[in-house]
T-cell receptor, first 116, second 115 residues
Framework: NAGVTQTPKFQVLKTGQSMTLQCAQD?????MSWYRQDPGMGLRLIHY???????DQGEVPNGYNVSRSTTEDFPLRLLSAAPSQTSVYFC???????????????FGPGTRLTVL | AQKITQTQPGMFVQEKEAVTLDCTYD???????LFWYKQPSSGEMIFLIY??????QNATEGRYSLNFQKARKSANLVISASQLGDSAMYFC????????????FGSGTKLNVKP
């Protein structure tokens, strides 16, 4: 199993450009999420999905779009990049364990994005 | 209000000594999970340990243990016999209730292990 994969690893954009960060998982997890990590702020949830065709907003959704057409893939789109979106982006997935225990998130290696 | 609070931005520990990283959380849910992740300088997020809100025993995984005090809403990570490779950022996280595993992360503690 490859686990959670993300591409690209690094990206530099100019203000106003758009791009898509790719995320895929091969563990058949229902839940997938996108986070951004900024210095001193931990990880903040951007968008998440509880299954194919179902997405919702997290804490910091503005400027980002997501869709989930398959269980495996959960791309994150930056519509018009801004310097404030310079960050490290992590994709994560987890299985549905209902209201019970466990259900740790498995993280991808991250994408380091710089917006000039 | 912050869901997860880590009050130690940075800590030093001598190699082979034990260290406790603090974490307090805020939730009104009865069912929740608490997690610790390690992030080395290479950047990946590594799951360390999990504690469920209904678990009566403190979780342990090798040199890691979680000191769970439910009434105080604290979930401190204890690393015994620190090693140089333990130098990293450590994040406490909480998953609330049922349904989607919406995680909340603290701001992290940077641990430096001194030889």
């Amino acid at each position: 199993n490859a686990g959670v994969t993300q591409t690209p690893k690094f990206q530099v954009l100019k203000t106003g450009q758009s791009m898509t960060l790719q995320c895929a998982q091969d563990m058949n997890h229902e839940y997938m999420s996108w986070y951004r990590q900024d210095p001193g702020m931990g990880l903040r949830l951007i968008h998440y999905s509880v299954g194919a065709g179902i997405t919702d907003q997290g804490e910091v959704p503005n400027g980002y779009n997501v869709s989930r057409s398959t269980t495996e893939d959960f791309p994150l789109r930056l519509l018009s990049a801004a310097p404030s979106q310079t960050s490290v982006y992590f994709c994560a997935s987890s299985s549905n364990l209902g209201s019970g225990a466990g259900g740790e998130q498995f993280f991808g290696p991250g994408t380091r994005l710089t917006v000039l | 209000a912050q869901k997860i609070t880590q009050t130690q931005p940075g800590m030093f520990v001598q190699e082979k000594e034990a260290v406790t990283l603090d974490c307090t959380y805020d939730t009104s849910d009865q069912s929740y999970g608490l997690f610790w992740y390690k992030q080395p300088s290479s950047g990946e997020m590594i799951f360390l340990i999990y504690q469920g809100s209904y678990d009566e025993q403190n979780a342990t995984e090798g040199r890691y243990s979680l000191n769970f005090q439910k009434a105080r809403k604290s979930a401190n990570l204890v690393i015994s016999a620190s090693q140089l490779g333990d130098s990293a950022m450590y994040f406490c996280a909480m998953r609330e209730g049922g349904g989607f595993n919406k995680f909340y992360f603290g701001s992290g503690t940077k641990l430096n292990v001194k030889p």
